[in-house]
């Protein structure tokens, strides 16, 4: 596949998955716009609950996980990914998958923010975050990076039994970046539930248009 065919399906690819996703948000999203932008008791009282297990040693574990899920880990993550797909393997639809959801991803999520303009947690346990709260951009992209690396590991490896211990080990993962959010006081619980549902809706409408184009262009 030649270079500039490559980068016509990335952009295909985003700009109709983007569309197809806005078409379906849109429906809701002004009539639960304004709710959401104030937290719930229950969010309130998840941090109380928490307040138990806060101690130093849970709060360096947390920080560590919470890193997995920042941009700073992200960012070199997908470029070996795509480097290995594209220069050691010579997979390029694995690496379309990769590229697209990543940046889709980072676009919706900065999308959403802005249009529900919730506020962070006023006493984040550590230290304040930047940006704005709702959904959770950890969620997101947790789900859409160690969900599609989930999804090539099984259209990889053939022992079941690796299979399984990775799903598990990675969905682990996911929740436990989810939770560090939320142990950190950085999001509402309600942001992370909210980033988890999106993160799942997103990679899975990608994955299915990608790879319907896979097919279309293959049968070409």
């Known amino acids: 596949m030649k270079a500039g065919e490559l980068t016509t399906l990335i952009i295909a690819e985003v700009l109709l998955t983007l569309a197809v996703f ?12 304004k709710p959401i932008r104030k937290h719930k ?4 009282l998840i941090f109380e609950k928490l307040k138990p297990v806060i101690n130093t040693r849970n709060n360096k574990i947390m920080l560590f996980i919470t890193f997995l899920g920042k941009h700073q ?26 590229i697209t959801i990543a940046i889709s991803s980072l676009v919706l999520m900065l ?11 006023l006493s984040p346990l ?25 999804y090539i590991l099984l259209h990889t490896i053939e022992i079941d039994w690796l299979k399984y211990l990775l799903t598990g080990l990675l969905v682990l993962l996911i929740v436990l970046i989810g939770f560090s959010r939320v142990y950190l006081r950085v999001h509402y619980a309600s942001d992370v539930l909210a980033g988890f549902i999106i993160g799942l809706f997103w990679l899975t409408i990608s994955l299915s ?8 262009v293959k049968s070409k």
């Open 73 to 98: 880990f992200l960012i070199p993550a997908n470029l070996i990914l795509i480097f290995y797909f594209v220069v050691v393997t010579k997979q390029n639809w694995f690496s379309i998958r990769v």
């Open 126 to 150: 550590l230290r304040a975050a930047k940006g704005l709260s709702f959904p959770s951009g950890h969620a997101i992209m947790a789900v859409t990076f160690y969900g599609l690396l989930l």
């Open 41 to 44: 008791p229950t969010d309130i």
């Open 209 to 216: 248009v990608l790879n319907s184009l896979e097919h279309y």
């Open 111 to 121: 999308l959403l923010k802005q249009l529900f303009q919730r506020k962070r947690p």
């Open 22 to 33: 806005s078409a379906i948000i849109a429906l809701i999203i002004f009539s639960i716009r």
